[in-house]
């Protein structure tokens, strides 16, 4: 086989030269746009370094990198399109496989007739290959073999060539090295990538947090020495306080803004606790121990005073506060429970809201009270207002000096009183009420039992009084008391005592209704006849109880009143004296 006569180049080699030519001449302008893109291109350099793997998708990829290279895309892929037209290989190829030739012809394909033809060549050198009978291969003008590989089975056509001298040259304008191939040859690419975005993030882990080491907050200055950039952190080795702060062991200092100030803490750092310590135990900072708490190690205001509990105070030196806003105002006082107060000195309130105001008064029992000194009040309500007294059971109320008042509701007010049960009350000084509702309201009198009122002055109403067994009375009634009167209405000073009437004519003694002298129930009134003229009573309004009483006693005869009821009485009388 021999060459075309003419030295006629292929006509489509012809087309394909003019348009390498062109590519080359589009890229010398596109050169400074490459080069400003080379990281991009870098990224994608396998793909393009390997044009032999896919001439298409070695453009498809370059497509991706920038909008730049859309232009250089374009013009590669025109090329890369005109030369993979051809549906065929040169590899495997056999003489009986090109028809029409004669040794070393050169050829062109003819898309008609569907097979590689002789042509007549241009003249010049170029990529015009030649057939090589018995050797199977395929040869250029210029000497040099360019040998095809096999066809990918899935996509007939040139596959995966050997670049052709000018496609060789024209790709070495996409500036990239063979080293710098070798390195993308370990990226992988599976999706479209943004790179305005990755530069974007890029800059944001600048300005992340970064640790620089430890800081001694006992220096009394921000570390950095203000140059400190914003986000650089720093652990508290050393606690201490700077610029009013104050950071422990274990804390984070972060700088907040570029340059951040080494003297203001203010809009320059953000303090981050990360201690795992407790910090403060009612005022105790470090590690507190629970003997520093049950012995007394939680500080309250006074000298060795303990607080336990929100808002609670002891503001009392050696004072004692235990219980939400519980106060221990006083010197060496206790306050126990929710809004317990003890403002006295040597004071004790235990309980919510017990009080005890008075110095070394004691309130114990929900709303327990005492104002008066040495006052003691225990029980729900209970009350103890007078010095030195005592108020036991739920609403009881000793407001007196000295007054005690014991059970439900029992009151004693008059200074020395003492009532005992419910809602026993003594209104009088040194008056004593006990049993329910008993009531003494004269001085010095006692009322013992259910109701009963002991009204008189110095004297004892007892309700009701059963004696088991012998009774020994010593004293008894009052004093005789000798009267010469005619007529005689009954006072309280009667009560009680044995009155003489020795006048020779008959003397006139009234009972008095209740209404004009409240005398007590039970009380008694002995008449003694010592005169001639004997005695007889006046009991207008009054009922005398028995059938026939005998209202009339004569010289030395003695007769016994005792009032009953409200105006209710009975006479023991007529007898001799």
């Given at each position: 086989?021999?060459?075309?006569p003419?030295g006629?180049?292929?006509p489509?080699t012809?087309?394909?030269?003019a348009?390498?030519a062109?590519?080359?001449a589009?890229?010398?302008?596109q050169?400074s746009?490459?080069?400003?893109?080379?990281?991009?291109?870098?990224?994608?350099?396998?793909?393009v370094?390997?044009?032999g793997?896919?001439?298409?998708?070695h453009?498809?990829?370059?497509?991706?990198?920038?909008?730049?290279?859309?232009?250089?895309?374009?013009?590669i892929?025109?090329?890369?399109?005109a030369?993979?037209?051809?549906p065929?290989?040169?590899?495997?190829?056999?003489?009986?496989?090109?028809?029409?030739?004669?040794?070393?012809?050169?050829?062109?394909w003819d898309?008609t007739?569907?097979?590689?033809?002789?042509?007549?060549?241009?003249?010049?050198?170029g990529?015009?290959?030649?057939?090589?009978?018995?050797?199977?291969?395929?040869?250029?003008?210029?000497?040099t073999?360019?040998?095809?590989?096999?066809?990918?089975?899935?996509n007939?056509g040139l596959?995966t060539?050997?670049?052709?001298?000018?496609?060789?040259?024209?790709?070495?304008k996409?500036?990239i090295?063979?080293g710098e191939s070798a390195?993308?040859?370990?990226l992988?690419v599976?999706?479209?990538?943004?790179?305005?975005s990755?530069e974007?993030?890029?800059n944001?882990?600048?300005a992340?947090?970064?640790?620089?080491?430890?800081?001694d907050?006992?220096?009394?200055?921000?570390?950095?020495?203000?140059?400190a950039?914003s986000?650089?952190?720093?652990?508290?080795?050393?606690?201490g306080?700077?610029?009013g702060?104050a950071?422990?062991?274990?804390d984070r200092?972060?700088?907040?803004?570029?340059?951040?100030?080494?003297?203001?803490?203010?809009?320059?750092?953000?303090k981050?606790?990360y201690?795992?310590?407790?910090l403060?135990?009612g005022?105790?900072?470090?590690?507190?121990?629970?003997?520093?708490?049950v012995s007394?190690g939680?500080?309250?205001?006074g000298?060795?005073?303990?607080?336990i509990?929100?808002?609670?105070?002891?503001?009392g030196?050696?004072?004692?506060?235990?219980?939400?806003?519980a106060?221990?105002?006083?010197?060496a006082?206790?306050?126990?429970g929710?809004?317990a107060s003890a403002?006295?000195?040597?004071?004790?309130?235990v309980?919510?809201l017990?009080?005890?105001?008075?110095?070394?008064?004691v309130?114990?029992?929900?709303?327990?009270?005492?104002?008066g000194?040495?006052?003691?009040?225990i029980?729900?309500l209970?009350?103890?207002?007078?010095y030195?007294?005592v108020?036991?059971?739920?609403n009881?109320?000793?407001?007196?000096?000295y007054?005690?008042?014991?059970?439900?509701?029992?009151?004693?007010?008059?200074g020395?009183?003492?009532a005992?049960g419910?809602?026993?009350?003594?209104?009088?000084?040194?008056?004593?009420?006990v049993?329910y509702l008993a009531?003494?309201?004269?001085?010095?009198a006692?009322?013992?039992?259910?109701s009963?009122?002991?009204?008189?002055?110095?004297t004892?109403?007892?309700?009701?009084?059963?004696?088991?067994?012998s009774?020994?009375?010593?004293?008894?009634?009052?004093?005789?008391?000798?009267?010469?009167?005619?007529?005689?209405?009954?006072?309280?000073?009667?009560?009680?005592?044995?009155t003489m009437?020795?006048?020779?004519?008959?003397?006139?003694?009234?009972?008095p209704?209740n209404?004009?002298?409240?005398?007590?129930?039970?009380?008694?009134?002995a008449?003694?006849s010592?005169?001639a003229g004997?005695?007889?009573?006046?009991?207008?309004?009054?009922t005398?109880n028995?059938?026939s009483p005998?209202?009339?006693i004569?010289?030395?005869?003695?007769?016994?009143?005792?009032?009953t009821?409200?105006?209710t009485?009975?006479?023991?009388?007529?007898?001799?004296?």
């Amino acid at each position: 086989m021999s060459w075309l006569p003419g030295g006629v180049e292929d006509p489509q080699t012809v087309v394909n030269t003019a348009d390498i030519a062109t590519l080359e001449a589009e890229q010398t302008t596109q050169d400074s746009a490459i080069s400003t893109n080379a990281s991009g291109v870098s990224t994608n350099a396998t793909t393009v370094f390997n044009l032999g793997t896919d001439v298409a998708g070695h453009h498809s990829r370059l497509a991706t990198i920038d909008s730049d290279q859309v232009t250089q895309d374009s013009a590669i892929s025109a090329n890369t399109s005109a030369i993979a037209a051809k549906p065929e290989t040169f590899a495997g190829l056999t003489d009986t496989d090109v028809t029409g030739v004669s040794d070393q012809d050169q050829l062109k394909w003819d898309g008609t007739a569907g097979d590689w033809v002789a042509f007549t060549p241009v003249s010049g050198p170029g990529s015009n290959l030649s057939w090589t009978a018995g050797t199977s291969t395929v040869a250029s003008d210029t000497g040099t073999d360019a040998v095809l590989s096999a066809v990918d089975a899935t996509n007939p056509g040139l596959a995966t060539p050997q670049m052709l001298t000018d496609i060789s040259a024209n790709t070495a304008k996409t500036g990239i090295t063979s080293g710098e191939s070798a390195k993308l040859a370990h990226l992988t690419v599976t999706q479209a990538v943004d790179l305005d975005s990755i530069e974007t993030r890029v800059n944001e882990l600048d300005a992340s947090v970064v640790l620089m080491g430890t800081w001694d907050a006992s220096a009394g200055t921000f570390p950095g020495s203000g140059s400190a950039s914003s986000g650089q952190s720093w652990i508290v080795s050393v606690a201490g306080t700077v610029d009013g702060v104050a950071f422990v062991v274990n804390d984070r200092l972060l700088a907040i803004v570029d340059p951040a100030s080494a003297s203001t803490y203010a809009a320059n750092w953000h303090k981050l606790d990360y201690t795992d310590q407790v910090l403060s135990v009612g005022g105790l900072t470090g590690a507190v121990s629970d003997v520093d708490v049950v012995s007394g190690g939680v500080a309250g205001a006074g000298t060795e005073s303990v607080v336990i509990g929100p808002s609670a105070s002891s503001a009392g030196d050696y004072s004692a506060a235990v219980g939400r806003s519980a106060s221990g105002a006083g010197i060496a006082s206790s306050a126990y429970g929710y809004s317990a107060s003890a403002g006295g000195d040597y004071s004790s309130a235990v309980g919510r809201l017990a009080s005890a105001a008075g110095a070394q008064a004691v309130a114990v029992g929900s709303n327990s009270s005492t104002a008066g000194q040495q006052g003691v009040a225990i029980g729900y309500l209970s009350n103890a207002a007078g010095y030195i007294s005592v108020a036991l059971g739920r609403n009881t109320s000793s407001t007196g000096n000295y007054d005690i008042s014991v059970g439900y509701l029992s009151s004693s007010t008059g200074g020395q009183g003492i009532a005992i049960g419910r809602q026993a009350s003594t209104t009088a000084a040194n008056a004593t009420a006990v049993g329910y509702l008993a009531e003494a309201t004269a001085s010095g009198a006692v009322a013992i039992g259910t109701s009963v009122v002991a009204a008189t002055a110095d004297t004892v109403s007892v309700n009701n009084l059963e004696v088991q067994g012998s009774m020994n009375v010593v004293g008894g009634f009052e004093p005789a008391d000798t009267r010469t009167w005619h007529t005689r209405t009954l006072v309280p000073d009667d009560a009680n005592r044995t009155t003489m009437f020795s006048n020779s004519a008959l003397t006139t003694v009234t009972i008095p209704l209740n209404s004009a002298e409240p005398f007590a129930i039970g009380a008694q009134f002995a008449i003694h006849s010592t005169g001639a003229g004997g005695v007889t009573l006046s009991t207008t309004g009054i009922t005398i109880n028995g059938s026939s009483p005998n209202t009339t006693i004569a010289q030395n005869e003695v007769m016994v009143l005792e009032k009953t009821g409200t105006d209710t009485w009975s006479v023991y009388g007529g007898t001799s004296a």
